[in-house]
């Protein structure tokens, strides 16, 4: 008996100790980049429909721009008062 609890114990801490130093990081890692992945696919898809039902360019750029997160948007033109058209829509949202 005492031989395979040794192996028994060994096996559990071998284990334990790949799970958190080498499979929970990389399961992270993954979970982040799926959700980057998603988004990209979602802000193509949306863009894509837009552009499809013949919508106006600044209205797709805003809708879009509302789909990522905070501090990600940079648009090149800022309009006559400055904000960007995702500050806008979210100034309007509130």
Do not use: W
Request: proline letters at 5%; charged letters at 25%; one cysteine or more.
């Amino acid at each position: 008996v005492g031989p395979n609890m040794a192996v028994a114990l060994v096996t559990t801490f071998y284990g334990s100790l790949l799970s958190n130093m080498v499979f929970i990081p990389v399961s992270n890692k993954l979970r982040v980049r799926h959700e980057e992945e998603m988004l990209c696919k979602t802000i193509v898809y949306e863009g894509v429909q837009g552009i499809q039902a013949g919508e106006n360019p600044k209205y797709i750029e805003t809708r879009l721009a509302e789909l990522l997160p905070d501090g990600q948007y940079d648009s090149n033109e800022d309009s006559a008062e400055g904000a960007s058209p995702a500050k806008k829509a979210k100034e309007k949202k509130k």
